[in-house]
């Protein structure tokens, strides 16, 4: 029997889930699970290529849906946390989950569970984050656009969001790290990737790509962000704590004037 | 649009909005119709002011022109200060573009009253109902109820607001007095009770016809200014439980009083905003609201202030020593509730994870609990826990030098108020 083993995927969540599928299967008690490209394992390590199966990958989720909601949005936010090791932890995760008579999702004295708790928890602010933080420019073709740069990778999860808030005006959101973004047509939404020459953060710099007058409403924004401040209240370590600095290249608010 | 202008006119009567804390836009559940643009939700913090507040409202008075001379108001008649005064339609399109960058969920309006209450009341009417009617929006709108407006408009406000707000301001009727002279309580209680009652109509309704229209669907609220008047916490607590029974109020805000005027009856300029005892109100707040506390348990005639180095929920079990220690394991949540350090997210993670093993002190530091504070109070499924027979003196003290100075200095009025 092989206790353990380490199953290279192509970086989707659906290949993942079926790295977990063959991993059940086979009945590996640890299942070194690593995407592809990113391989790190020893020399001699038995590895095994993992070809994504949609109807394997959707077994895995219903077993897990079955025993558990919460459980299911808590992989899916640990997995797009994109950290490192976080598929041998999942893999644990739902291993306990699948062998304990209640739902092992809430059994918060357990490390492993607590771990993809706080990692589901991290990626969850990070979506809240960019529901928050996306600053639309209008570009001269009417497109409402938007660089971001999140920790983690959370476009899918914000994509409902803004199709549901922005349903009457063409938006694109770009993650510059990943490369990747999402358009919508007034349709629907699809992922796009650009080749973006600039990179559209709060710079001083006026691109000709968006109209005049987004650049008047900027203005305006920074101008009300400033009146809305009472100045003897000024807590900075407050603001900074809820409002990263790394974030403050995106937020027009935040623009150096 | 002549964009020069309408800055000039933000920063104004931006500025004078902004003693107004409430930034709320939760609560309500409109959704995109017809394609149309936004919707509601939980309300999103799109950024946050230098002083940390969340803001997630563009927070603006129509005009700052006011016929009244409240006192502790900068838009009392008597200040010399610039005044300005925004057309309908600019309003409304500062929010629709701003809405569209992802800037905010949607409008707070108020207004210095102009004319008379009705003419006012009208005015922010006309705004409301244009965003909604002409611009399909289906985002937040917060309306201030102005003082002294009718029924018939309270009435309309309602069909096109999210929210609704008078601000009492002051919360005892002698400081009233003392301070607004030309305002009557009565003004204040009327457009309150009649958005009260609208609102019970339209949910009794709703039960029968689904089809129902909404009206005011995040509720109404009201804020009380803290420090102006020397009163004591409990005044202010005991008339927040007031509003909350009374007028079915989804928030009482407590802002603390920032000196803005020379006025002898006022905390003189440059005195400091009572920013910790504020946190302090808020905190009772939720232990009112979420917790399962009732206000004469946390403040009484005995006990008409709260303590300003201990948050209220240690003050209340110093006081009450009897009731503790309390068995993590076996506990009843309400108990559980009452711990100081232990917040409700720790209840519920408490109370699932003790269902696979009996808890002790490591787990419950896993499970991110305060124990500094929690200590002193409960135990747990371990045989080391503080056993010695201390008095509430000695607990406080002891808490207090445990506690990191890091904290000290930096209060938040928003969420997280207990960890
Ligand atoms: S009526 Fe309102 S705006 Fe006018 S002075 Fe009084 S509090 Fe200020």
């Known amino acids: 029997m092989n206790a353990s083993k380490t199953l290279v995927y192509d970086g989707s969540f659906n290949g993942f889930l079926t790295a977990v599928f063959i991993g059940f299967e086979q009945k590996l008690t640890h299942a070194d699970i690593q995407k592809q490209g990113q391989l790190q394992s020893g020399l001699f390590a038995e590895t095994e290529t993992i070809f994504t199966n949609i109807e394997k990958a959707q077994r895995v989720w219903n077993g897990v849906r079955n025993k558990s909601n919460s459980a299911i949005k808590n992989i899916y936010f640990a997995f797009l946390s994109e950290q490192n090791n976080m598929e041998a932890l999942i893999y644990r995760y739902i291993q306990k989950l699948m062998g304990s008579k209640y739902n092992g999702a809430t059994d918060f004295s357990d490390d492993g569970v607590l771990k993809i708790n706080q990692l589901a928890h991290k990626v969850g602010r990070e979506k809240h984050r960019m529901e928050a933080f996306v600053r639309f420019q209008l570009t001269k073709d009417e497109v409402y656009f938007a660089n971001i740069e999140p920790d983690f990778d959370v476009l899918p999860l914000i994509s409902k969001h803004f199709r549901n808030r922005y349903a009457d005006q063409q938006w694109i959101i770009y993650d510059v790290k990943r490369k990747y973004g999402l358009f919508y047509d007034l349709n629907t939404v699809e992922i796009i990737s650009l080749d973006l020459s600039d990179i559209h953060t709060n710079s001083m710099q006026k691109s000709t790509a968006f109209t005049d007058v987004e650049y008047e409403y900027q203005d305006l924004w920074n101008n009300y962000f400033k009146s809305t401040t009472i100045k003897s209240r000024i807590n900075n370590k407050l603001h900074v704590q809820h409002v990263p600095k790394r974030y403050w290249k995106y937020l027009s608010e935040k623009k150096a004037v | ?419």
Request: glycine share 6%; charged share 25%; proline share 3%.
């Open chain 2, 1 to 419: 649009m002549d964009f020069n202008r309408i800055k000039e006119k933000l920063n104004i009567l931006a500025d004078a909005a902004k003693y107004d804390v409430s930034c709320s836009s939760s609560g309500s559940n409109r959704k995109n119709k017809v394609n149309g643009l936004g919707d509601t939700g939980n309300g999103i913090c799109h950024t946050y002011t230098e002083d940390g507040r969340c803001v997630s409202l563009l927070k603006i008075l129509l005009t700052n022109h006011c016929i009244f001379d409240c006192a502790y108001c900068v838009t009392r008649k008597s200040n010399d200060i610039q005044r300005a005064a925004f057309k309908i339609q600019e309003v409304v399109d500062l929010t629709i573009n701003f809405y569209r960058r992802n800037y905010i969920e949607g409008l707070f309006l108020s207004s210095g009253i102009f004319k008379s209450a009705d003419h006012t009341m009208e005015r922010l009417i006309a705004v409301a109902k244009k965003l909604r009617e002409e611009e399909n929006f289906n985002g937040y709108i917060h309306l201030k109820s102005i003082p002294g407006a009718s029924d018939e408009l309270m009435y309309e406000a309602g069909l096109y607001a999210d929210r609704l707000s008078v601000n009492i301001e002051i919360p005892t009727i002698s400081g009233l007095k003392l301070l607004a002279p030309d305002k009557k309580h009565e003004d204040f209680i009327k457009p309150m009770l009649k958005v009260k009652n609208e609102i019970i109509r339209y949910t009794e309704e709703r039960k029968i016809i689904k089809s129902t229209a909404k009206y005011a669907p995040a509720g109404q609220s009201t804020q009380m200014i803290v420090g102006a008047t020397g009163e004591s916490d409990k005044d202010i607590m005991y008339s927040a439980t007031h509003f909350y029974k009374n007028y079915n109020m989804k928030r009482v805000y407590y802002s603390g009083y920032v000196p803005i005027s020379t006025d002898s009856r006022l905390p003189a300029l440059g005195s400091q905003v009572p920013m910790l005892r504020e946190n302090r109100l808020y905190q009772t707040d939720w232990l009112l609201r979420f917790y399962g506390f009732s206000v004469n348990e946390i403040l009484d005639t005995d006990n008409p202030n709260l303590d300003m180095d201990i948050d209220p929920k240690l003050m209340w079990a110093l006081r009450n020593l009897n009731y503790f220690p309390v068995d993590i394991n076996k506990a009843e949540p309400r108990m559980l509730a009452r711990i100081p350090g232990i917040g409700m997210g720790s209840v519920h993670k408490i109370i699932s994870g003790r269902k696979y093993r009996n808890l002790n002190w490591e787990h419950l530091k896993k499970m991110g609990i305060a124990l500094n504070r929690a200590k002193y109070f409960i135990i747990c499924n371990s045989s080391d826990w503080e056993r010695r027979d201390l008095d509430a003196a000695t607990i406080k003290g002891m808490i207090l030098q445990s506690q990191n100075s890091k904290f000290k200095g930096q209060y938040n009025n928003q969420l997280s108020l207990f960890n």
